[in-house]
C-alpha cells in the first residue's frame, strides 16, 4: 500500500468547534487533494496543493482551509464545523495534475453533532 | 471531461470472469479511461487505465473499443474480494488539477 496516512480516523466534534483532518505522506508526491464522500453525490474535490504552500479551492470548498507547510503533509481544517459537514474525508496523493493513478488513505468518518 | 455511464449493479459468480462495461460516447481524442474501485468503507483504489489499445495488468484488463466510445474492465477470475464499487473515468491529459470526480458507479457482488 502507498505510503498515506490519515487521522484521525473517527471523530465526533461539535457544531461550531474547530476541527483539523491530517493527511500524511511518505511517497513524495507533489500533488496532494482532500475529498468528502456522501451517499448519493460522489468523491467530490475540498481543496487541493500542488506543491508546499501551494494550495487551491476545489467545487465544495466553502467552511474549508488547508495547509501545506511540508510535502508531506496536507491538513484540512474546519473552521467551525456543521452538521452539514459531517461525512467521510478521504486524502489522496498523485504524480500527476489530475490526479489520475492517485492512491488515497483510509478515510476520516467526521459526525458533526 | 466526457461523462461516463454504467451499469447500476451487476453480480457474477467466484472463479468467473467480471465483464463491467462503461459507454463514454463523447471521449476526445486526448482523454484517458481510468478505472478505480471502492471496497466498502475503504478508500478508492486504482485498478487501470488506457488510451487506445487495450491493457493489462496484474489486477484486471481493459478492453477499449476501436471508436474508443465504449470501454470494458475484465476481472479474469473474480473472487468474493472484488466486491465493491468499480467506477469508470475520463480524464484529458491537460492542465486542470484534481479532476478525479467520481459518479455512482457500478456495484459489483461476486458470489459464491
Same mark, same amino acid.
Given at each position: 500500500?502507498?505510503?498515506?496516512?490519515?487521522?484521525p !480516523?473517527h471523530k465526533v466534534t461539535e457544531t461550531g468547534t474547530p476541527v483539523t483532518l491530517?493527511? %500524511?505522506?511518505?511517497?513524495?508526491?507533489?500533488?496532494?487533494?482532500? =475529498? !468528502?464522500?456522501?451517499?448519493?453525490?460522489?468523491?467530490?474535490?475540498?481543496?487541493?496543493?500542488?506543491? #508546499? &504552500?501551494?494550495?487551491? +479551492?476545489?467545487?465544495?470548498?466553502?467552511g474549508?482551509?488547508?495547509?501545506?507547510? &511540508?510535502?508531506?503533509?496536507?491538513?484540512?481544517t474546519l473552521e467551525s464545523a456543521t452538521s452539514s459537514q459531517t461525512s467521510?474525508y478521504?486524502?489522496?496523493?498523485?504524480?500527476?495534475?489530475?490526479?489520475?493513478?492517485?492512491?488515497?488513505?483510509?478515510?476520516t468518518r467526521l459526525t458533526v453533532v | 471531461?466526457? +461523462? $461516463?455511464?454504467?451499469?447500476?449493479?451487476?453480480?457474477?459468480?467466484?472463479? !468467473?470472469?467480471?465483464?463491467?462495461?462503461?459507454?463514454?460516447?463523447?471521449?476526445?481524442?486526448?482523454?484517458?479511461?481510468?478505472?478505480?474501485?471502492?471496497?466498502?468503507?475503504?478508500?478508492?483504489?486504482?485498478? *487501470?487505465?488506457?488510451? +487506445?489499445?487495450?491493457?493489462?495488468?496484474?489486477?484486471?484488463?481493459?478492453?477499449?473499443?476501436?471508436?474508443? &466510445?465504449?470501454?470494458?474492465? *475484465?476481472?479474469?477470475?473474480?473472487?468474493?474480494?472484488?466486491?465493491?464499487?468499480? =467506477?469508470?473515468? #475520463?480524464?484529458?491529459?491537460? $492542465?486542470? =488539477?484534481? &479532476?478525479?470526480?467520481?459518479?455512482?458507479? $457500478?456495484?459489483?457482488?461476486? %458470489?459464491?
Amino acid at each position: 500500500d502507498a505510503g498515506i496516512t490519515q487521522s484521525p !480516523r473517527h471523530k465526533v466534534t461539535e457544531t461550531g468547534t474547530p476541527v483539523t483532518l491530517r493527511c %500524511h505522506q511518505t511517497e513524495n508526491h507533489r500533488y496532494m487533494y482532500w =475529498y !468528502r464522500q456522501d451517499p448519493g453525490h460522489g468523491l467530490r474535490l475540498i481543496h487541493y496543493s500542488y506543491g #508546499v &504552500k501551494d494550495t487551491d +479551492k476545489g467545487e465544495v470548498s466553502d467552511g474549508y482551509s488547508v495547509s501545506r507547510s &511540508k510535502t508531506e503533509d496536507f491538513l484540512l481544517t474546519l473552521e467551525s464545523a456543521t452538521s452539514s459537514q459531517t461525512s467521510v474525508y478521504f486524502c489522496a496523493i498523485s504524480d500527476t495534475r489530475q490526479g489520475s493513478e492517485a492512491f488515497f488513505g483510509q478515510g476520516t468518518r467526521l459526525t458533526v453533532v | 471531461d466526457a +461523462k $461516463t455511464t454504467q451499469p447500476t449493479s451487476m453480480d457474477c459468480a467466484e472463479g !468467473r470472469a467480471a465483464n463491467l462495461p462503461c459507454n463514454h460516447s463523447t471521449i476526445s481524442g486526448n482523454e484517458y479511461v481510468y478505472w478505480y474501485r471502492q471496497i466498502h468503507s475503504q478508500g478508492p483504489q486504482y485498478i *487501470i487505465h488506457g488510451l +487506445k489499445n487495450n491493457e493489462t495488468n496484474e489486477m484486471a484488463s481493459l478492453i477499449i473499443t476501436e471508436d474508443r &466510445k465504449s470501454s470494458t474492465l *475484465i476481472l479474469p477470475h473474480a473472487t468474493l474480494r472484488d466486491t465493491a464499487v468499480y =467506477y469508470c473515468i #475520463v480524464l484529458s491529459g491537460g $492542465t486542470s =488539477y484534481g &479532476k478525479l470526480t467520481f459518479g455512482q458507479g $457500478t456495484i459489483l457482488t461476486v %458470489h459464491p
